[in-house]
């Protein structure tokens, strides 16, 4: 028998096999020229029967390419699947028609120094187990120290979910597919010891598979509301026109429909911003809403909450017409705050510097009220709760505010002027005695014209009835002239030259401009013709009496 090597008894598989690697040739190398130990004998267990290897296609030989039976530690003879198993006489020789037949010995390889198990043969005739139609066939099984633990064997009976075993996973029903005849009555024994069927843990399962799916559904419909809500719904709105329960929202000069909207609904008025800014819009008279205080019901509609703040008889504010008097505001005030009269004046005179008066006022000991001309035209928070000093304290702060548009002290002395205060003064005097817009430069023209040296006329004497009016407090047209001449009060414009000590009222920002920017056209008198709304100019005296003589027949008809 030829052979072109022989085994060296099985040796361990490793992945570098030179056999397993490059298709035999390292093998064929290994093996040519060794003679066996067996006085040539092919190498063989006679426990177990040889088959015939079949080699690679090549030139009649077994093993063309010089490819040996491989023998794995454990391994037995291979098996083909599909073919049945043969046996024959190890010694017999077949007629194969030129291809050789015969036992053949395994090819040996040089072992790996790291494997221990690589200098370790197997025992001679030691039964090893066929892996060939096994899973272990391919690849072949590793080295003992290598190979993982076997897998645990298929049960087929439920281990419970104390086992590990899922419960969803469980299974269906009693009547599975995996279940024997002959196992239902183990089953039913332990479901009688208190087991659970998978039937039930499969409900279960799917019980909380719908909860959980079924709150997503429920969270992701809720969030998808709310977005159609905010993109397209209305806003959030009270209904008619709110409870008995009353609140005073102060709001600011200036503030935008979301910013009163903001107050009001932190007030508890109305349920969002939103509802007030779209009623505010949808309303034709909604645009104008003033700075002030409003008294408002909690809880009412947008819509009712806009008419509301349009009613006057809402705003919890006092309002300063232009030319007014402190006198007059102070009484505003006590009413609004629901004080005893007298109670803001008598703050006013008290605390008057602690209230922000500029430096330049208050310059004169005979001025009557520090405060006069400082408490600015406009509308004011003033609602129940609050301190008459804030309220008046928000007018002087005003007041600075626009006065500080003007350098007063560059526009006195341009003015031939003393001071800031006497622009303040004069400005008074032409919104008391002006009856009109179109009066008021004309107006102030009148008064810079009498307070100069050269003037011939009037001796620098105003002569004005308001300056005497407001030193009596009152408003009078018909005053006698031994009543004004007998009077030497500062503020008696007939008996003293120049300007008052101070402002008779609060001028408005008109008149403030008048007194700035007087007319040049020479005008030195005027009269109210019709005594009430008419005033008409005269630059002689000659025209100031026929102006006189027009306002007595107007009286007499």
Known sequence: ??????????????????????????????????????????????????????????????????????????????????????????????????????????????????????????????????FYGTPDAYPPPEPPARRRAEPEPRIDWDPGPDQGEHAFFAGGDDDDDGDEPGDRRGRGDRRGRGGKSKKSRSGCACLVVVLVFGGGLAGVSYFGYQYYQDRFGAAPDYAGDGTDEQVTVEIPKGASGAEIGRRLKDAGVIKSVDAFVAAQSQNPDGEPIQAGAYLLNKQMSAASAVEMMLDPKSQNNVVVPPGQRNVWVYERVDEKLGLESGTTKDVAEKRYKSLGLPSWANNNGDIKDPLEGFLYPGTYPAAKGMKPEAV??????????????????????ALDLENPLQVITLASLVQAEGKTADDFRKMAEVVYNRLKPTNT????????????????????????????????????????????????????????????????????????????????????IEEHQRLVDKFNASRDD
């Not at 290897?53 to 794995?72: F, M, N």
């Not at 015969?102 to 090893?128: E, K, R």
């Not at 702060?397 to 002290?409: C, G, I, V």
């Open 1 to 130: 028998m030829t052979e072109y090597g022989r085994g060296q008894g099985s040796e361990p598989w490793h992945p570098e096999d030179p056999l397993y690697g490059d298709g035999g040739w390292r093998g064929q190398q290994a093996h040519e020229g060794q003679q066996s130990p067996y006085d040539g004998q092919s190498q063989h267990y006679p426990e177990q029967p040889q088959h015939p290897q079949y080699g690679d296609w090549g030139d009649g030989r077994q093993a063309a390419y010089g490819q040996a039976q491989q023998q794995y530690p454990g391994q037995g003879q291979q098996q083909y699947s599909g073919q049945g198993q043969q046996s024959y006489d190890p010694h017999q020789q077949y007629d194969t028609g030129g291809w050789a037949t015969g036992t053949h010995p395994q090819v040996p390889y040089t072992p790996d120094p790291a494997d221990p198990y690589a200098q370790q043969a197997a025992p001679y005739g030691a039964q090893q187990p066929d």
């Open 457 to 540: 006329e009037t001796n620098q004497l105003l002569q004005f009835d308001s300056t005497f009016n407001y030193l009596k407090g009152q408003s009078k047209i018909d005053i006698s002239e031994s009543e004004i001449n007998s009077n030497p009060d500062p503020y008696n414009t007939y008996t003293n030259k120049g300007l008052p000590p101070g402002p008779i009222g609060n001028p408005g920002d008109e008149a403030l401009k008048a007194a700035l920017n007087p007319t040049e056209d020479g005008w030195m008198y005027f009269v109210a013709t019709d005594g009430m709304n008419k005033t008409e100019f005269a630059k002689t």
């Open 392 to 413: 008046l304290k928000e007018m002087v702060t005003r007041a600075n505010e626009q006065y500080s548009q003007y350098d007063l002290d560059a526009k006195a002395k």
